[in-house]
């Protein structure tokens, strides 16, 4: 993921959405902007203005604010699926469902055990399991999920963590201002 971003000159803080929202704060776009562009009184978009801009490390900046909760991890689609680090499962749980059934993915049962939660989420972006210690979000896991039901088997396997917070915490110690 670093690779691909390295080159990168700068990104909002606040837009998870490209001006593709209306959520957008036109930050990248005005309104105005896209008036014009949509009316045909231009014939290109004018360059991002990036309001929000910070000089610094963005990458770095981003992972900490998901850590600490300012910025939501999108796991699906245009941010629909997303979930915070600071909410609790059960809060998570209850966000995801509701918002699942307006926007066509499945969300499964929240399971506790021994101090840890889980909660699986399938989105157009693939199938995912949201993993709480002790009421901390710990990982957002990329799964692969398959049952047999001629063997009556679960052959289900975890594929990668799409979001971890050790990782992420030892890369964010790691870089650069």
Known sequence: MMEAVKDL?????????????EKCDDCLHSKEDWKNYHWGKSREMPPFRYLHYKEG?????IY?????GKRNIVIGGQ???EVNTKNTPKHTAKHLHYVAGQCGYMVGNLTKKNGIATLRVNTSEGNFRLVWENDQ???VERWNYDYDYDTDKDNSRHI???WDRQE??????????
């Not at 490390?57 to 900046?61: A, T, V």
Request: charged share 30%; glycine share 2%.
């Open 79 to 81: 941010g629909e699926a």
């Open 160 to 162: 990668s963590n799409f």
């Open 9 to 21: 000159k700068k990104s909002c803080e606040t837009c998870l959405y490209m001006a593709t929202h």
């Open 57 to 61: 490390n963005w990458m770095k900046r």
């Open 168 to 177: 992420i915490e030892n890369l964010v110690f790691k870089m650069q201002d």
């Open 137 to 139: 979000l710990q990982r």
């Open 64 to 68: 900490q604010f998901e850590i600490d």
